[in-house]
């Protein structure tokens, strides 16, 4: 399932809501360009996020966020922390266009390097457990983070990032 939306598009459906692929399109439509958008900016995220990196990441405050909630587009955690179905997440990231995508992808990346490097660097060894297990729950994001920065050859953000990645994994 997570390698297309596509097959579930059925040439013969005799209605456009007989297709998840028609539903997900009814869904889109009733958006507003704002969520559209919105939607479209979290499918960055591997797994699950929180409000900050919701902002920070991916540039969606948190009325818009609430919105998504309620439609059911996103779904909140008992902790907290949002997450979107793999399928809805496919469909969101097809309506982001290539540029848009690439800089949301940039901007995550900054956002999660970013707080692993301020919350690891000039702290006491001792002062970084606490920080380390909050950043745990974000170790997908910080590993895509990561991946995306070396594939996009960031070499400034690389090289800030070592050190306090290092910390971070050991």
């Known amino acids: 399932l997570e390698a297309s939306v596509g097959f579930l598009s059925l040439s013969d459906a005799r209605n456009q809501r007989e297709t998840l692929h028609g539903v997900f399109a009814g869904s889109w439509r009733m958006l507003s360009a704002e969520q559209q958008g919105a939607l479209g900016r979290l499918s960055v995220f591997v797994k699950f996020f929180d409000t900050a990196a919701a902002a920070g990441a991916a540039g969606v405050p948190v009325r818009t966020l609430f919105e998504l909630e309620r439609k059911g587009l996103i779904v909140r955690s008992s902790l ?8 809805v997440k496919e469909y969101a990231r097809g309506k982001l266009d290539a540029g848009e995508a690439a800089g949301v992808r940039r901007q995550h990346a900054h956002y999660f390097l970013g707080a692993l490097r301020a919350n690891m660097q000039g702290r006491a060894f001792e002062a970084r457990g606490a920080v380390l297990e909050q950043l745990r729950q974000d170790y997908v994001e910080v590993r895509a983070a990561w991946l995306h920065a070396v594939k996009s050859a960031e ?3 690389i090289g800030d990032s070592i050190e306090p990645l290092c910390y971070f994994l050991y």
Do not use: C
Request: charged share 10%; net charge positive; hydrophobic share 65%.
């Open 80 to 87: 907290g922390r949002f997450a979107m179905h793999v399928m």
């Open 155 to 157: 070499h400034a953000l």
